[in-house]
């Protein structure tokens, strides 16, 4: 029977894993979830495999072959419920990595999927498309999770990817038109469109260092989005086994691209001001366990609060760095091998708050410089140059 000391020290773990000590005194780390394949993790606890692995047993396209054999017995040839069947059948048609291929189900089971497996997929018009996307704009709060749910973006994130399923749909001959490609595209109206989380400022940036200095899990936290301009769920997982010949060597969870940064010394001296560990993550929480990544947003949240940044977000750091890019002038090639982004768009949305002064006084002088070592015959540039400063 389990101790209600083994009830506590569970309570930190993800949901649906359990922890024991094995007959050599090693803990053991096991999934169990009803209508899912159980089973023990083989990677330690906070690392990325083991995270790879929580997902791979979390994956609601594995259930129990009890289960499977279940839902294909209720799945009507032509349906919706055979179209989900046989898109998520593939993963990777969903998206390049388990985190996207997660998202992407949610999107489509939340807005399509749920109470419509039943539909003839030959029925389906750009009418029925229309009003799913429409009831996706409306924003309301999840009672269960305490969630705001829906929006604009919701709504332009169903309707991209009930496209692409309308696609397949068509390739596997269900259907012979993409009645979501007809429908109408998701307009952000000109008062209501978001520039997306602030993005620090160097002010910002040095309130923050004043109020937790170096020595701080606070400091080393900013430190670390600001230095890599990575996304929450991977800086907050980095640790020294992911540092190689003196760089670090990043996998992004959202990507599955491999990145190699070097180590800023601001970035450096943070790690090295920390007392020693042997934990696998640079920040880990108060009861000694890696952040979750909606649990580090909340707590950095406070941090700002308490440093009187409430208009600053670990996201905001990744901006930030952007921004700082830009501002210098580097190249979108440069900015992308840092960030990872694949589209200069992203790179643009990322910079929009690049300091507008600043670049322009930069493209003035560049122009002058370039006139001045170009003239063109016949007109003595210098001259006229000083005479409009006397003047």
């Known amino acids: 029977m389990t101790n209600k000391r083994q009830l506590k020290s569970n309570r930190f773990l993800p949901e649906y894993v359990t922890r024991y000590r094995d007959r050599h005194g090693k803990w053991r780390y096991r999934f169990r979830r009803a209508g899912f394949p159980g089973g023990h993790f083989t990677a330690p606890l906070g690392t990325e495999a083991f995270r790879e692995e929580y997902a791979r047993f979390n994956d609601p396209a594995a259930p129990s072959k009890a289960a499977r054999e279940a839902v294909q017995a209720r799945i009507i040839p032509g349906s919706a419920g055979d179209l989900q069947h046989r898109y998520y059948s593939v993963p990777e048609r969903l998206g390049p990595t388990e985190q996207t291929q997660i998202k992407v189900k949610s999107v489509l089971d939340r807005g399509f999927f749920d109470g419509r497996t039943t539909w003839p997929v030959a029925g389906i018009t750009f009418e029925h498309i229309d009003a799913m996307v429409a009831a996706r704009k409306v924003k309301f709060k999840n009672e269960e999770t305490n969630r705001w749910e829906g929006g604009i973006e919701a709504a332009k994130k169903l309707r991209k990817e009930l496209v692409r399923l309308f696609d397949?749909?068509?390739?596997?001959?269900?259907?012979?038109?993409?009645?979501?490609?007809?429908?109408?595209?998701?307009?952000?109206?000109?008062?209501?469109?978001?520039?997306?989380?602030?993005?620090?400022?160097?002010?910002?940036?040095?309130?923050?260092?004043?109020?937790?200095?170096?020595?701080?899990?606070?400091?080393?936290?900013?430190?670390?989005?600001?230095?890599?301009?990575?996304?929450?769920?991977?800086?907050?997982?980095?640790?020294?086994?992911?540092?190689?010949?003196?760089?670090?060597?990043?996998?992004?969870?959202?990507?599955?691209?491999?990145?190699?940064?070097?180590?800023?010394?601001?970035?450096?001296?943070?790690?090295?001001?920390?007392?020693?560990?042997?934990?696998?993550c640079f920040i880990m929480t108060e009861w000694g366990k890696p952040f979750s990544v909606k649990g580090f947003g909340g707590w950095f949240r406070e941090q700002c609060d308490a440093a009187g940044l409430p208009q600053c977000t670990a996201h905001g750091l990744r901006k930030a760095t952007m921004r700082r890019m830009a501002e210098l002038e580097m190249p979108n090639k440069s900015m992308k091998s840092v960030s990872g982004h694949s589209k200069d768009d992203e790179v643009a949305r990322y910079t929009a708050t690049a300091n507008q002064a600043k670049l322009a006084d930069a493209a003035i002088k560049r122009l002058v410089e370039w006139e001045m070592s170009n003239p063109v015959p016949g007109l003595d540039t210098q001259k006229e140059q000083s005479l409009g400063n006397a003047s």
């Open 168 to 280: 397949f749909a068509i390739k596997i001959k269900l259907m012979a038109t993409n009645p979501a490609a007809q429908s109408e595209q998701v307009k952000v109206p000109a008062g209501e469109r978001s520039t997306g989380f602030y993005a620090w400022t160097e002010e910002d940036i040095q309130a923050y260092r004043a109020r937790w200095p170096l020595g701080t899990k606070q400091r080393l936290a900013m430190e670390l989005m600001l230095w890599t301009d990575q996304r929450k769920i991977d800086a907050i997982h980095l640790g020294r086994q992911h540092v190689r010949g003196g760089k670090f060597v990043i996998r992004q969870t959202k990507t599955g691209k491999t990145l190699t940064l070097p180590i800023a010394a601001p970035l450096a001296n943070a790690i090295a001001a920390m007392p020693p560990s042997d934990h696998l």
